[in-house]
């Protein structure tokens, strides 16, 4: 049995009241605006923080798609459990990136249950982490002032990575990391500041710490002094996809009740399932699902394989994946009608709540504009000229039995990529390899329909980078520089959806070409390249296999076949 499935079965079914992350307990509990306790130290009693800290350090991180697995299944249930859980490998993923003695203490605390907030956000400062005010005075020792807000678990929390000042001088190194354990400094240099009232994750710590004067050894520093920033901009490479199986886990959930729910209602007589508009929406629905966790697997597989490209597929990835599940929910609701909104009834609050909860998951470690900026700022790499990635060796390197040998190497992290993405590169070869059966995946005609719509978007890329290459360096991006952004991702996401299809351990079936269909028509309508209508029928092929899935008890996933792996 591998550890996810354990783990799965350890959370048990939300709909009993006994397990780990109950449905209604939930439902709740976020109407009490209170944090869930008893779920989060089950959650510590069963030891998932060991799958935060690599090998080298004492745990047993070696696959980043392990975590963020388990991590989905968390938020599959309940986003604001897995929200304040996970939060521990983001303010912890400095360390493993700096390296030296201060990893064997981030792993110490990670270990032992403690949790750890990423105190990068001020009041009144944005996303500009340039303009953090919060100082550090290092010498002997380190002397901290300011505040930090707001911060995920900032009064739960244990312990906190604080980016701060610690030079007058302007400029990117003045600024450093710091490790600050709340044990071991005076109680009194330190004050909470009062919980956030949040539209989503309503239960979560979002609160703020204020410190002054607050004083820890100088062995605290995570990396040199001075080097606070790039480490951060390096770490968020890691942690941008980390929060994408927040996402995925909350597109599970809105499919599974939407799904209940379509199974369960009926109007006029008729079940909803079985109504033509209901399914055309259903199967909508699930190919977002669909393409958002193959953005997921895509961006975990890359992160080890393609470390050095990390600053620009982590900007894809995040930028895709909760505006995909935005998007499913928008489109989902009007399915439910009234029942989207209310409360005390039977599984009615479970939608409302994970609809409030994904609108977060876009705000963490940068929003969407910073990350279509970020794929701006990237335009000419995009662009450059360069040998086509091998796109069956990529597929390789995605199978489902080809897990990575082990964490992965931080010194390959680069703030600029010198090549884009291979994964971004690989479309058209993608194409190809899907045209003539995909390495041993089964037999498709080169112009059946999967391959079609492949083809259509292949050319949608080359044509956005082209424009991508004449595009004008800008200080300040242009509306059209961002929705050229949001087309080269939708490219990107075609080659994760094809990649991932390509590596499937049921690749070539007849269940896998129906859902790569569904996705690839659902990208070509996004990018304008198709109509709703001719995307119709590949979407109600997929709500059948969908509902057929719910009826056994189980789902439509690009892992099918994963049981067993890692």
């Not at 710091?178 to 309503?202: C, Y």
């Not at 809105?254 to 006029?268: C, N, Q, S, W, Y």
């Not at 890359?302 to 990390?310: F, N, R």
């Not at 909104?341 to 909860?357: S, Y």
Request: charged content about 20%; some cysteine.
């Amino acid at each position: 049995m591998s550890v996810v499935t354990e783990f799965e079965r350890f959370l048990g079914d939300p709909r009993d009241a006994a397990s780990v992350i109950g449905a209604d307990r939930s439902v709740a509990l976020d109407e009490r605006r209170e944090f869930p306790a008893e779920a989060i130290a089950a959650i510590d009693e069963w030891g998932l923080q060991r799958w935060y800290v690599p090998e080298a350090h004492g745990g047993e991180l070696r696959d980043l798609l392990v975590p963020m697995r388990m991590i989905r299944a968390i938020a599959r249930r309940d986003l604001t459990v897995a929200v304040a859980h996970g939060v521990t490998f983001l303010g912890a993923v400095g360390a493993w990136i700096a390296g030296g003695p201060i990893a064997g203490v981030m792993a110490g605390l990670v270990l032992d249950g403690g949790p750890v907030s990423w105190g990068l956000t001020e009041r009144g400062r944005g996303s500009d982490l340039s303009s953090t005010a919060s100082t550090a005075a290092i010498g002997d020792r380190v002397v901290l002032d300011g505040e930090k807000w707001p911060i995920n678990n900032a009064t739960r929390g244990r312990a906190m990575t604080l980016l701060v000042r610690s030079s007058d001088q302007p400029g990117p190194r003045a600024l450093s990391l710091v490790l600050l354990d709340k044990r071991r400094v005076d109680e009194g240099t330190l004050r909470t500041l009062p919980k956030v009232a949040t539209h989503g994750t309503r239960g979560a710590d979002i609160s703020g710490l204020a410190l002054r004067s607050a004083t820890v050894d100088a062995d605290q520093l995570i990396g040199e002094p001075g080097h606070g920033l790039e480490t951060v901009l390096k770490s968020l490479q890691l942690t941008r996809p980390l929060t994408t199986p927040l996402s995925v886990g909350a597109a599970d959930h809105v499919v599974d009740v939407a799904l209940r729910f379509a199974l369960e209602h009926r109007i006029a007589g008729r079940r909803v399932a079985d109504l033509p508009s209901a399914r055309a929406t259903l199967g909508t629905a699930i190919a977002d699902q669909l393409f958002a966790e193959s953005v997921m697997v895509a961006a975990a597989r890359e992160m080890h394989h393609a470390t050095h490209e990390m600053a620009l597929v982590s900007s894809l990835a995040k930028f895709l994946v909760p505006s995909t599940v935005d998007r499913l929910v928008r489109d989902v609701t009007p399915l439910l009608g009234p029942w989207a909104q209310a409360l005390g009834v039977d599984g009615a609050g479970e939608f409302q709540k994970v609809a409030r909860d994904n609108r977060v998951v876009g705000i963490f470690d940068g929003n969407s504009m910073v990350n279509l900026n970020m794929i701006v700022n990237e335009f000419g790499t995009i662009s450059r000229p360069d040998e086509p990635a091998d796109a069956a060796a990529l597929v390789d390197s995605f199978r489902h039995d080809a897990a990575p040998d082990g964490w992965l190497d931080p010194t390959s992290l680069r703030l600029v990529t010198r090549r884009g993405s291979r994964l971004l590169r690989a479309l058209p070869g993608l194409v190809e390899l899907l045209a003539s059966g995909g390495a041993g995946t089964g037999t498709r005609s080169g112009t059946g329909p999967v391959v079609v719509v492949a083809r259509r978007i292949a050319d949608e890329y080359e044509r956005v980078v082209v424009e991508a290459g004449a595009a004008p360096r800008e200080a300040m991006p242009s509306a059209r520089s961002f929705e050229l952004a949001e087309r080269v991702a939708l490219c990107f996401g075609a080659s994760c959806a094809i990649a991932v299809g390509l590596a499937a351990a049921d690749a070539g079936s007849a269940a896998s070409d129906a859902r790569l269909l569904a996705v690839l028509e659902r990208l070509a309508m996004r990018l304008g390249l198709i109509d709703q209508v001719a995307a119709s029928e590949s979407a109600t092929r997929l709500a059948g296999l969908a509902l057929e899935a719910a009826h056994a008890g189980s789902r439509v996933s690009v892992l099918d076949g994963w049981t067993g792996a890692a």
